[in-house]
């Protein structure tokens, strides 16, 4: 059996990239073994998993490792293609598949580079160019150009793959992208080093306009989500990159975007916190009603989430009024009020009496402090 293995994809551009003096930290080893069949890797005790193609995993490992295939464009969007994996494709061929030349290089089981395509040279001058024409049938590599262009931020895209882009765009193509595939590449644009910079290259190519055009970006949205790129939460972000959509219209997009729903509940939360104007109540009792109206009281890790983002945003210049004024408030024994009143009818309006009693009483010691 004449089978090579190498390693390619996102593992070696980023150790390439280190070299070059970007730091960057490397995912696992993707394999591509050529001149094998599915038989001959099963003799090796590799494990199936892939369900399109050929893919197994290694079985000390667990890497995986993917026989050398090629594509060809059988219907509409992201899922029209007929894949054929065989020992007589070669590297080079299914190298050329890959979306973009920083991405379609290869090393060998000896460190020996294998770049066909020239993206070695284009990750030296911080291009992001696609491999081939072929580009132009995935139309998920819209929104994955646009991610990488977040996570290597010095980087700039072609022009000439700029123009594919929005043909692509225009064509309808991404018109055919399920939703599931769109949010899951919107979560990964969120952890890389520059958020905004996805969003802007969607609006550039057009995706935003023609798919999502509620979803806009503003200075402040963009200052936010880059400020929180580093320490803060998933649902801060994505709180973050809706922040300047009218509210009339947020629900509409986040039932389109079908993302999770703690994501979706924050940001709604956040959205509606940055316009009502929560931060001027000024007594125990509009504190009171703000700790309700957030649900302060029964999810507190979430309020201070919120409080950290709102800091964040410049909405608030300290959580310390909130946090003191809930704490106080939880730490009312409302059995033993419930439990003294003579008159049951009133516990409610007892139990309220207490609590703004408590919050006037730790708005005071705060004043006492500053």
């Known amino acids: 059996m004449s ?30 073994v050529t001149g094998a069949t599915p038989e001959e890797m ?20 667990h890497e995986e ?51 066909p395509y020239g993206g070695f040279e284009d990750l030296k001058k911080g291009i992001l160019r696609h491999v081939s024409a072929a580009f132009e049938e995935d139309p998920l590599r819209v929104l994955r150009v646009s991610r990488f262009r977040a996570k290597l931020p010095w980087f700039r895209i072609a022009e000439e793959t700029k123009t594919m882009l929005r043909r692509m765009v225009d064509s309808g193509e991404v018109d055919a992208l399920v939703p599931e595939r769109v949010t899951a590449e919107i979560r990964k644009a969120l952890k890389e080093a520059r958020p905004s910079i996805f969003f802007d290259e969607l609006d550039a190519n057009g995706f935003t306009s023609r798919v999502y055009p509620e979803w ?36 509409a997009l986040l039932e389109a975007l079908r993302m999770p729903k703690k994501l979706t509940e924050f940001a709604s939360l956040f959205s509606e916190s940055l316009r009502d104007g929560f931060e001027k109540a000024a007594d125990g009792r509009e504190v009171l009603s703000v700790l309700r ?15 950290r983002l709102l800091k964040a945003a410049h909405r608030i210049d300290s959580d310390e009024k909130w946090l003191l004024s809930a704490e106080a408030v939880r730490s009312i024994d409302f059995k033993s009020i419930s439990a003294g009143a003579s008159d049951k009818s009133r516990i409610p309006e007892l139990i309220e009496e207490a609590s703004v009693r408590a919050i006037d009483e730790a708005l005071d010691k705060l004043a006492d402090q500053h």
């Open 3 to 32: 089978l090579k293995k190498y390693i390619v994809g996102g593992w070696v551009r980023d150790r390439l990239l280190t070299e070059l003096g970007h730091p960057m930290q490397s995912n696992d080893k993707d394999w591509v």
């Open 216 to 251: 806009k970006q503003t200075d402040f949205s963009r200052s936010l989500l880059d400020r929180l790129a580093s320490g803060f939460t998933e649902e801060e972000k994505f709180a973050a990159s809706v922040a300047s959509v009218d509210t009339d219209k947020l629900s």
């Open 293 to 307: 109206r957030k649900d302060a009281l029964r999810r507190p890790d979430r309020f201070a989430q919120l409080l």
């Open 65 to 115: 490792y993917a026989l050398a295939r090629t594509e060809r464009k059988s219907g509409h969007g992201y899922k029209g293609f007929t894949f054929f994996a065989d020992p007589s494709v070669t590297l080079e061929q299914d190298l050329v598949r890959r979306d973009l030349t920083v991405n379609a290089m290869a090393m060998d089981e000896d460190g020996r580079l294998i770049d």
């Open 42 to 61: 099963l003799r090796l005790k590799f494990v199936p998993v892939g369900n399109d193609f050929p893919v197994f995993l290694h079985p000390q490992t």
